[in-house]
Nanobody, 121 residues
Framework: QVQLVESGGGLVQPGGSLRLSCAASGTIFSINAMGWYRQAPGKQRELVARITSGGSTNYADSAKGRFTISRDNAKNTVYLQMNSLKPEDTAVYYC???????????????WGQGTQVTVSS
């Protein structure tokens, strides 16, 4: 069984910064991509940023220039550095691990439990 454990959320003032972390544990041979998604009240879950095992990244337009995703493959951990936070960044942030190889022929996707980010003065 694979688990994703997120940390780093909280309350921050507009213009502030937060760093989210997500560590994957369990029987893991490899992970194709890891990413962060968010869901605000009344809205659909949306991609924030994603990074492949090779280091290729893609960002939502709203995150470009403010957020940076990084990954430690040896630790199966992904990070999201969020700077210049805005009230509209308020949401529950979810970690995702895509195509996790858990055995020779089995690849599964996993989600974390979510961490709340609130940007407010």
């Amino acid at each position: 069984q694979v688990q994703l454990v997120e940390s780093g959320g909280g309350l921050v003032q507009p213009g502030g910064s937060l760093r989210l972390s997500c560590a994957a544990s369990g029987t893991i041979f490899s992970i194709n991509a890891m990413g962060w998604y968010r869901q605000a009240p009344g809205k659909q879950r949306e991609l924030v940023a994603r990074i492949t095992s090779g280091g290729s990244t893609n960002y939502a337009d709203s995150a470009k220039g403010r957020f940076t995703i990084s990954r430690d493959n040896a630790k199966n951990t992904v990070y999201l550095q969020m700077n210049s936070l805005k009230p509209e960044d308020t949401a529950v942030y979810y970690c995702n691990a895509d195509k996790v190889k858990v055995s020779q022929w089995v690849f599964l996707d996993y989600w974390g439990q979510g961490t709340q980010v609130t940007v407010s003065s």
